[in-house]
């Protein structure tokens, strides 16, 4: 039977969980449950945070399955379930304030020239973080994200395109060196 439920679609599983299909909803809880931690964590969740958070938005799309349509993708809406939780979250215990942030030079890279997506988004600020994580990570539109986080759309799209500015300029690779010296002879 486990066979099976592999093989199944999202949109079918997510069909048969509406039912009360409890395995069903599990394989999905299964294939989608590390990108729904891994997302919150890059809007800056600390990883028991991310694990809480994640377990409710589950918990939630359970509990709302009938609404999933599929006319995107499971991942996509179990997302957009967990980044709004994660809103919600922040702005009842009352963490997030918008101000305005300084700008910091970005850490050089490492020797190796490599940095991860992860590590790169830690050099934002925390609103272009979360910003940029809630366009980019749960696909939410800039009204939407102006929306959930109470913002003027204009400081939402400032800190978008600022933080994949940066973003862009950390993870460009530097420009070869190669056949040239520095030596005279």
């Not at 409890?22 to 997302?39: I, K």
């Not at 980019?136 to 600022?162: C, D, F, Q, W, Y």
């Amino acid at each position: 039977m486990a066979q099976a439920l592999i093989d199944r679609h999202d949109v079918e599983l997510a069909a048969l969980a509406a039912a009360g299909g409890r395995r069903e909803f599990g394989e999905l809880v299964r294939r989608h449950s590390s990108a729904v931690r891994a997302l919150l964590r890059r809007m800056g969740a600390q990883p028991a945070l991310a694990d809480d958070i994640a377990q409710d938005a589950f918990i939630q799309a359970f509990e709302r399955c009938s609404e999933f349509r599929g006319e995107g993708t499971f991942a996509a809406w179990v997302r957009r379930i967990a980044a709004r939780l994660y809103i919600k979250r922040r702005a009842k215990e009352a963490r997030y304030v918008a101000e305005v942030e300084t700008d910091e030079a970005a850490p050089a890279p490492d020797q190796a020239g490599l940095v991860d997506l992860d590590e790169a988004l830690k050099t934002l600020s925390e609103p272009e973080r979360l910003c940029v994580s809630l366009c980019h990570g749960a696909g939410l539109s800039h009204p939407e994200i102006a929306t959930a986080l109470n913002l003027p759309l204009g400081t939402v799209k400032s800190h978008v395109k600022r933080g994949l500015d940066k973003l862009r300029a950390r993870l460009q690779p530097e420009p070869a060196t190669l056949g040239r010296s520095s030596h005279v002879s």
